[in-house]
């Protein structure tokens, strides 16, 4: 009791807290401790230099926590409307993080150097208004295309020497060739849009097996998190283990399986045409196209969701695995690039900047289909149900729908990143008001799942139709572009060349030449890059990291399963010896 009475009462806390006694024993020296009545209180000693720094240390951390990107916007979400929903929102900002690397790899190495020097094209048309919609009339020389691009060399000492001879300069800088970058700048990244879906595959299949393996009662006893204190984040907490609860309360009950319905479907694919992709009335024209399918994308999900009512699937699980399978079909059959491809080639001059106008106009029409679904099934739907029907009951917002409308939009993004390298910014300026829209649309016109689940097997199935479908598609059709297409004569960096692949080599030899302290990169290019057999061995070892993965994460699972059932035997064979030692006990009592 000295030696506490001598400390300080902040310490004094600490030091009782410290101390291996009873909780009794730890309230009565804290009650002893006290200063007697009338006497001062013991001053405080002001906080030391490590402390303070300490403490200003965890509010710069609480307030970076805070400044994460929709930080408290997808804690709402995810409290109110649970993890099915908010799994749209966080697949929404994966695809804005994917979008802004590849945005920001494009800016620094293509469009600023190009911004910088631009080529002496032809006056651009007046702005109308028309071009937010078909991508061309003024947009159609700017930095959005391919074929405002030149083909120059920048900061090249040796280009003014004469034809055939010695660059003058013994050790001349390295000349900046803008075709090289522009390919080069793609390469990297969908290299490293590879890299980031393959960890995501990975590591959202861990966090589904470990959800998979969670009880009730970890979730009933250990779920609040006794640092919430605000008001705001305590209703959070609350509506969140509310909505895990009945999560769980609903994959314990046992659905009968129905047999899913089928329906055909007929391929759509845009004929060609041998117009050219300029002029107002032709460019309104070329706007029927994406109408027509964005109309058919927009409608078909009505029809498959009649199907899954006619069904009657009670497993929320069950149908999005079907819907997303009826909804991929139908993505598959609603377009096709390659048809995209040929219909540019027949157009003539400069069909790289046709074709990425083409994928513009699907982009934005996708768009403007999405805000009129968001305003009719969902703002309209539920002024009906409140005004006409007089029902608290409001419209659900469909996961899987929306998810597959991202899988699309983000399709188109990497189809046309060659053809427009400005697309990712399209496509995250669309992300940005998606998110808002669709989140002000959830807040007011959208209740909580009826059949809430738990989407990390379907976060897993996401993300996985985003790295093989989806990107593999488009790395597959660019490639093939890259690979056999010739060029355009008259636009583009790649103008005057037989394929866009076979200027490479040329490129590498004359940066060789121009400076000879950069072979390495020759020999890379030319036994690293050129070498299809290097290639296709890193790609079967990519995908065999992935089963290797895969595998190993099954595993895990087998080995929890089996522990669990190993925890619930011993559980057994003790009920066992306690029932049969109250047996002897029992049978011993009766005869003393």
């Given amino acids: 009791v000295k030696e506490l009475l001598s400390l300080p009462p902040s310490q004094r806390s600490h030091v009782l807290l410290t101390m291996p006694l009873h909780l009794e024993e730890k309230r009565n020296l804290r009650e002893a401790a006290r200063a007697p009545a009338g006497t001062p209180a013991p001053l405080l000693s002001p906080p030391s230099s490590p402390q303070g720094c300490r403490g200003l240390w965890y509010r710069l951390l609480s307030l970076l926590r805070a400044a994460r990107p929709w930080h408290y916007a997808l804690k709402q979400i995810g409290g109110r409307f649970g993890s099915s929903v908010l799994s749209y ?4 900002k994966t695809l804005l993080m994917l979008n802004f690397l590849s945005f920001f790899i494009l800016l620094a190495f293509v469009v600023v150097p190009q911004a910088v020097h631009p080529p002496a094209s032809v006056s651009p048309l007046p702005f109308t208004g028309l071009e937010l919609l078909t991508g061309g009339g003024h947009f159609t020389h700017s930095l959005l295309y391919y ?41 990297v990244s969908f290299l490293v849009t590879c890299i980031l879906l393959v960890y995501s595959v990975s590591r959202s299949f861990r966090e589904s097996v470990r959800s998979s393996t969670e009880e009730l009662a970890i979730k009933v006893f250990c779920t609040w998190d006794f640092k919430v204190i605000q008001r705001r984040s305590v209703k959070l907490q609350c509506e969140n283990i509310c909505t895990q609860l009945k999560v769980e309360e609903l994959s314990n009950a046992k659905h009968p399986r129905p047999q899913p319905c089928a329906l055909s479907i007929t391929p759509l694919g845009p004929a060609a045409r041998t117009e050219p992709c300029s002029g107002p009335r032709v460019e309104a024209v070329l706007l029927v196209l994406p109408l027509v399918v964005s109309l058919l994308n927009a409608l078909m999900p009505y029809l498959f969701n009649f199907l899954a009512m006619w069904e009657k699937q009670d497993s929320p699980v069950t149908q999005v695995y079907v819907a997303i399978v009826r909804w991929a079909g139908w993505g598959c059959g609603g377009g096709s690039p390659l048809h995209l491809w040929q219909a ?8 790289e900047t046709c074709v990425g106008q083409d994928l513009y106009r699907f982009m934005v029409m996708d768009f403007i289909f999405t805000l009129l679904d968001t305003l009719f099934g969902e703002l309209i739907w539920r002024l009906i149900l409140e005004k006409k029907v007089k029902t608290k009951r409001r419209p659900e917002f469909d996961v899987a729908r929306n998810v597959l ?60 139709l985003l790295c093989f479908p989806s990107f593999l598609g488009a790395a597959a059709f660019l490639s093939y572009t890259i690979w056999t297409a010739h060029p355009s004569e008259t636009c583009g960096p790649f103008r005057g060349l037989e394929t866009i692949y076979e200027s490479g080599k040329r490129w590498v030899l004359v940066l060789e030449k121009s400076n000879p302290n950069i072979t390495w990169f020759a020999w890379v290019y030319q036994n690293l890059l050129e070498n299809t057999s290097l290639l296709f061995f890193m790609s079967v070892a990519l995908i065999a990291v992935i089963y290797f993965n895969i595998q190993v994460v099954r595993g895990r699972q087998r080995v929890i399963c089996l522990l669990q059932e190993q925890i619930a035997n011993e559980g057994e064979d003790k009920a066992f010896l306690i029932q049969k030692l109250h047996s002897v006990c029992r049978h011993k009592y009766r005869r003393s």
């Fill in 344 to 351: 540019g080639r027949l157009w003539g001059q400069c069909w």
């Fill in 405 to 464: 409308e991202l899988i699309y939009g983000q399709t188109l993004t990497w189809l046309g990143i060659l053809y427009a390298p400005l697309l990712p910014a399209v496509q995250i300026l669309k992300l940005l008001l998606l998110f808002y829209i669709k989140k002000t649309s959830l807040m007011r016109n959208c209740q909580s799942p009826s059949k809430p689940w738990q989407a990390s097997r379907m976060s897993t199935i996401f993300i996985t």
């Fill in 147 to 187: 074929g405002y691009y030149s083909n120059i060399t920048l900061n090249d000492p040796c280009g003014s020497s004469p034809k055939g001879s010695v660059c003058p300069l013994a050790h001349p800088p390295l000349p900046y060739n803008l075709p090289l970058a522009y390919l080069f700048s793609i390469g």
């Fill in 89 to 92: 929102f966080l697949f929404l």
